[in-house]
């Protein structure tokens, strides 16, 4: 499968076959808070496709609004910074165009599961073969932090002074009842698995999800007594199950506060823009 | 766009049918939607006769992802088109504002029907304004106006044509009187319609940006994604040069382009947009400035009033937006008066007012909106009771 040396590229020589960094003499900076898990995200991405070894310009990355939104800027493949929510939609239409385009969309928590939940279970629900990267830290991060479908009970933000009092959603499960095909979970401190993970689903034949925990230390970890993004790494390291792993798991990722990574779900299904052409062949042969 | 009539069928057709084929002979192969009423014909249309072209018709979850399904398809190469009306119209501002300032070809084609909201399904021209202004932020919209059936080809064809050229969305603006009217019409063999096409780069990939063109006016060369060119696709403020080159710096120079830019390249075609027809103008003294449903009884209303020995005219607009003032202007120069048939409470009058205000030639509304045609006797009422009869 991956050689070797495809996985220990040094930084320097990954950068240099998929990154289009800032241009630092022209002022260019990354958009990002110094410290933020986005960093972690993106060079997982580029880890990943460095290791699939696919032709960058038929690769699209769509991003909505938020932190990440910029994120497919620093990428060597083509990127379509949409509006907010929109990214599956939009893929949908890439994939529909040119079944041969390979679609990531970077998306968060609030662009994915609160603005952009219909078109999120929508393009699950038809299996159609994109990858949707969620970054979740926990609220709306770009607008100043606030509260959002998967902020947990009790976090605090500047629309939840008080503490959230709403249920959150969590974003594996609800792709999984909506026929995601590949589901899987990491986070910021997992940095090789989140790889292994994008890599798979990227690979996957039909709707791919990897939500990554990201820590967000600037604005929820402030508010929430976790100001330093190692703390966020640590509480990430110690409190993450990994699905399927023997000794317990099933109980231990039951406990308050654990959750489980890796593979959640996996099945082989149609995929939506074969069936579309499939049925329209029949259409086309009748007429 | 030629119009050569080599093999030329007559056929009866719905105005919703006629709009489908337009876009078909024009070369659209993707159309996502949402089915509404009066707009469902277009919709079924397309479901019928793009698989068999080798085209993706697709129906999403609402019509805001119909929209951003197109503009995945349109980032991809297609040509496409949706269509909706009233409430839908509402939803697909969103996208047309990300098309807008992502400059990426559509087009949408909106058949009105009362609002606001849900209002009813019967006809109206209640979103005339709303096609320029629907959207937020500064920008200049192109509609169009079918008043028959066939224009309703034309005016699509003509869309497809204006969308892919400028690289932007481009509206028609139909309604459920003219897009529920079944008339017969003379189509053209479609390998005749041919029109231009977006404009290519022709630099190589290193050198090519998404937004890169010399002056404001010019329509920047756009490549499909996955053709080898790398494209950076910007729903946000964005500049000619930096975006699609790792441009992460914003500054309001950039602002100040974009903004003018969305606005130049279609004011500075606006006389080849222009499309709209006079009837008896040169010598009227009475002027009846009509466009859709309106059209066939401020000629009807005409003929009569000429019968009468008064010297009316009537000019039809099919360019609503940008607003053919020139046109305006100069087939109302004689006019002691001039009417503006509406099926709304009077939005384009406002236009006809705009430009005709400096002149001093009264602009008088006539407005329904009871659902029912503009009947001429609801013009001929006016135009008698205006010359004092
Ligand atoms: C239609 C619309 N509503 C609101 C906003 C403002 N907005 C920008 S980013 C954002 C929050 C995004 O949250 P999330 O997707 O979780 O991204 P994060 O910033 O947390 O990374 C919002 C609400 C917008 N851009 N568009
Ligand atoms: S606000 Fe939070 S999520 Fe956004 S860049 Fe800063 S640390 Fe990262
Ligand atoms: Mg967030």
């Not at chain 1, 929510?85 to 165009?97: E, N, Q, S, T």
């Not at chain 1, 990491?186 to 939500?211: C, D, P, Q, W």
């Not at chain 2, 129906?59 to 399904?69: F, T």
Request: hydrophobic share 40%; glycine share 10%; charged share 20%.
């Amino acid at each position: 499968m991956t050689s070797a040396r495809r996985m220990a590229i040094p930084m320097v020589e990954l950068a240099k076959a998929t990154a289009r960094l800032p241009d630092a003499q022209a002022g260019e900076t990354f958009r990002y808070c110094p410290g933020c898990g986005l960093g972690i995200v993106q060079s997982a991405l580029a880890r990943a496709l460095y290791r699939l070894e696919i032709d960058l310009s038929t690769v699209v990355t769509v991003g909505g609004s938020g932190c990440y939104g910029i994120m497919g800027e620093y990428f060597q493949s083509n990127h379509i910074h949409g509006s907010h929510g929109r990214a599956p939609a939009v893929g949908v239409g890439l994939k529909l165009a040119n079944p041969k385009l390979t679609v990531i969309t970077i998306q968060g928590d609030g662009d994915a599961l609160a603005i952009g939940a219909s078109h999120f279970i929508h393009a699950a629900r038809r299996n159609v073969d994109i990858t949707v990267l969620i970054c979740n830290n926990f609220g709306y991060a770009n607008t100043g932090g606030q509260y959002g479908p998967s902020t947990p009970l009790g976090g605090v933000t500047e629309t939840s002074p008080a503490g959230c009092f709403e249920y959150p959603f969590d974003a594996c499960q609800l792709a999984i009842g909506a026929g995601a095909t590949f589901v899987a979970r990491s986070t910021s401190y997992h940095a090789i698995h989140m790889t292994n993970m994008l890599e798979r689903a990227i690979r996957h034949k039909g709707f791919s999800v990897v939500e990554v925990l990201q820590h967000c230390h600037v604005l929820y970890g402030k508010r929430n007594g976790m100001p330093e993004a190692t703390q966020w790494l640590t509480l990430f390291k110690e409190n993450s199950v990994r699905a399927g792993a023997p000794g317990g798991a099933e109980a231990r990722r039951a406990e308050p506060g654990k959750w489980e990574i890796g593979v959640l779900h996996q099945e082989e299904k149609p995929e939506f823009v074969e069936m579309y052409f499939a049925t329209a062949a029949k259409l086309a042969g009748n007429r | 766009m030629s119009n050569k009539h080599a093999q030329s069928r007559r056929v009866l057709l719905l105005g919703n049918e006629a709009c489908a084929e337009g876009a078909i002979a024009a070369g659209v192969r993707f159309y996502a939607g949402y089915p509404i009423t009066p707009a469902t014909e277009i919709f079924e249309r397309f479901a019928y006769r793009l698989p068999a072209l080798g085209g993706v018709c697709v129906q999403m979850e609402d019509e805001c992802g119909s929209m951003h399904a197109l503009l995945g398809a349109a980032a991809a190469g297609q040509r496409v088109a949706t269509a909706t009306s009233g409430p839908g119209f509402n939803l697909v501002q969103e996208g047309i504002a990300s098309l807008a300032s992502a400059e990426l070809p559509a087009v949408i084609i909106n058949v009105q029907r009362i609002g606001p909201s849900t209002g009813s399904i019967h006809g109206a021209q209640m979103d005339v304004m709303q096609a320029q202004w629907g959207f937020n932020g500064n920008h200049q919209t192109i509609a169009l106006a079918p008043s028959s059936v066939s224009e309703c080809f034309w005016t699509t064809v003509r869309a497809v044509e204006l969308a892919e050229t400028l690289r932007m969305p481009v509206l028609v603006m139909s309604e459920m009187h003219v897009g529920l009217m079944r008339q017969a019409v003379e189509l053209p063999d479609y390998d005749e319609v041919r029109i231009e096409g977006r404009p290519r780069p022709t630099c190589a990939p290193s050198d090519y940006r998404t937004y890169l063109c010399k002056r404001l006016e010019d329509v920047p060369p756009l490549a499909d994604i996955g053709s080898g060119y790398r494209n950076v696709f910007q729903v946000t403020t964005h500049g000619s040069e930096t975006a699609g080159g790792g441009g992460m710096v914003w500054d309001y120079k950039e602002a100040d382009w974009h903004l003018r830019h969305l606005a130049a390249k279609v004011l500075h075609r606006r006389h080849e947009i222009e499309w709209v027809e006079p009837f008896a103008t040169e010598d009227a003294e009475v002027v009846i400035v009509a466009y859709g449903s309106c059209v066939s009884a401020a000629l009807a209303a005409m003929k009569a009033a000429r019968q009468d020995g008064r010297r009316v005219g009537v000019l039809k607009l099919v360019s609503l937006w940008p607003f053919p003032e020139d046109a305006v202007r100069r087939h109302a120069a004689k006019a002691e008066l001039v009417l503006v048939p509406e099926l709304n409470l009077g939005q384009m009058v406002r236009e006809v007012e705009r430009v005709l205000g400096p002149s001093g030639i009264p602009v008088h509304p006539i407005n329904r909106v009871d659902s029912y045609y503009m009947w001429p006797d609801d013009i001929l009422g006016v135009l008698n009771a205006m010359a004092g009869r």
